[in-house]
């Protein structure tokens, strides 16, 4: 029944800013943490940050400082704000949401959004 929309990718030049935003539905879902991975052609996928109910954030070290992640608990939603954006930030990004609710406890894909940053 969940399902993450994501939105805010696209084309950007290198040192500009994009927006992701990630909202679950239905919002009754018991959702944990919330964030954003990313992945490129033959890579594994590596996280960007996430956060915790308690609003503590982990970032990846090569997005400190660039990257912003927020949350809307009501709304089941997480924003990430990404400035200064450099060509390996390339990649499809995936927002993810870790659900505990009763006996269950899993984790929770977007579909991908793509991210190019490129001259």
């Known amino acids: 029944q969940l399902q993450l929309v994501e939105s805010g990718g696209g084309l950007v030049q290198p040192g500009g800013s994009l927006r992701l935003s990630c909202a679950a539905t239905?919002?009754?879902?018991?959702?944990?943490?919330m964030g954003w991975y990313r992945q490129t052609p033959g890579k594994e996928r590596e996280l960007v940050a996430d956060?915790?109910?308690?609003?503590?954030?982990d970032y990846s070290d090569s997005v400190k400082g660039r990257f912003t992640l927020s949350r809307d608990m009501d709304k089941g939603s997480v924003d990430l704000e990404m400035n200064n954006l450099k060509p390996e930030d390339t990649a499809v990004y995936f927002c993810?949401?870790?659900?505990?609710?009763?006996?269950?406890?899993?984790?929770?894909w977007g579909p991908g959004t793509q991210v190019t940053v490129s001259s």
């Open positions: 993810n949401a870790r659900i505990i609710s009763g006996y269950r406890d899993f984790s929770e």
């Open positions: 239905p919002t009754v879902v018991s959702i944990y943490t």
């Open positions: 956060i915790a109910p308690g609003g503590g954030i």
